[in-house]
């Protein structure tokens, strides 16, 4: 296996709170990865030091066998090759749907708008939101805004796809349609690492579950093992939780 | 005072008031877009991240202790003494003698510029952090995200306080004519040196002035409104939505 993303002893602080605590794990091309655990464990901030929206304190981010903490690395190229979806989607509000999915391909990757255009309309395609392109995101529900912000991202057509609990910030009745174009994607091979409180999803698509508790991994393994039969203590306090509020 | 006398007055000097309302809207168009530009480099430079890299960061500093005091000056002191401070102090102390229509369009865009880069400030503070983010996710930079995805969002926002800054100039370029500058007031003021009927020529003027703003405002409010975009979106293709 190739492994694209291989995370040594990663360590974040916000003032005094230790919210990353010698964090060590790895994903592999065509992986998908849940991380799972309750609020404030740190799986955001784990997300978002992957990709270097917030700046970690220590350790090393490997990616491709190059850690992208070095001082040297290009870190906007680095993160074009990752594709991140917001739990707020965060589509860029100034754009229609089309636009959204050609702005970083243009002006980033600096690819042609005819080229952007096929490339956004097929990954459009893949979300089913080809016939919106001239919507705004003001027009779009929330499962739509979201199935847009993963064209975006998939339109970069980068090595992993990170989600930032996609499905935290929607009605119950959107979560399915956003859910299915993740399975979709999981099944396409894509790299995928998601941070989920859909444990449904977690169970079924994914190769591996990671449990994070208090700023550390508190177990990993594949889903089977960590949904039917948890090592931890606490892993299977918080799936008792989880699965008893459903 | 009667109407009779006022319109003879228009009549008589029609051609001044229109030379100096053309001047007051020149002056006012280009320092208002002058100074919303100035207003928008500095916001964007501001709002630059802090650096790693130390040499960076006091550069940093520096520019932006520079638009600081900038901004400070220029709203803390009257544009009538500032007029002055320019158009004189440039002669004196550099030599230069401004053509008095540049020495208009210079003092009242900085001045401008001053009030805009805390309108643009407050414009991009009010954006929300994720379209930074997404746009930073993607890969951009400080600069392309600012021009592709803040700034367009930035500026439909601070457009109606924009509107304000432009009718606020079409006002105060009347205290240009302490420099010599032959806008309305400066006209005004002429032509009552020749018929000594003050209330009835600065009724005229006061009059043309509205007219400026008022027609200023509609046309802004309208060009916000295109700016929205329609409210409607058609679907693409012809097949019924899944």
Known sequence: MERVLDIQSLRKSFGNNEVLKNINFSVDKGEVVCIIGSSGSGKSTLLRCINLLEKPDGGKIIYNGRNILESNINVYEYRTRLGMVFQQFNLFNNLNVLNNCTVGQIKVLGRSREEAEEIAMKYLKVVGMDKYINAKPRQLSGGQKQRVAIARALAMEPDVMLFDEPTSALDPEMVGEVLKVMKELAEMGLTMLVVTHEMGFAKEVSDRVVFMDKGVIAEEGEPEQIFNNPIQERTREFLRSTLQAV | ?242
């Open chain 2, 1 to 242: 005072m009667s109407f009779q006398l006022v319109k003879e007055i228009f009549l008589d000097n029609w051609p001044m008031y229109l030379r100096g309302a053309g001047m007051t809207i020149v002056i006012s168009v280009i320092s208002t877009i002058l100074g919303a530009i100035i207003g928008l480099l500095i916001g964007v430079v501001r709002t630059i991240p802090e650096s790693a890299t130390r040499g960076k960061r006091v550069i940093l500093k520096v520019v932006n202790t520079i638009f600081s005091a900038y901004v400070e000056y220029f709203r803390g002191t009257p544009m009538i003494v500032q007029a002055m401070v320019i158009y004189y102090g440039s002669a004196l102390l550099f030599d230069i003698h401004l053509n008095r229509f540049v020495a208009a369009i210079i003092i009242v865009s900085i001045n401008t510029g001053a009030y805009m880069a805390e309108i643009v400030r407050g414009g991009i503070t009010s954006i929300d952090e994720g379209q930074f983010e997404a746009a930073s996710a993607i890969g951009m930079t400080h600069f392309q995200s600012m021009f592709n995805i803040i700034l367009p969002q930035v500026i439909r926002n601070i457009l109606p306080a924009t509107a304000n800054e432009f009718v606020i100039n079409i006002k105060d370029t009347s205290v240009l004519n302490v420099i010599g500058v032959t806008e309305l007031f400066f006209q005004t003021k002429s032509i009552t040196g020749n018929n000594f009927k003050f209330f009835e020529s600065y009724f005229i003027a006061s009059g043309i002035y509205l007219l400026m703003t008022f027609t200023i405002t509609r046309i802004l409010r309208h060009f916000e409104k295109r700016l929205d975009g329609p409210q409607n979106y058609d679907l693409v293709g012809n097949q019924m939505q899944v």
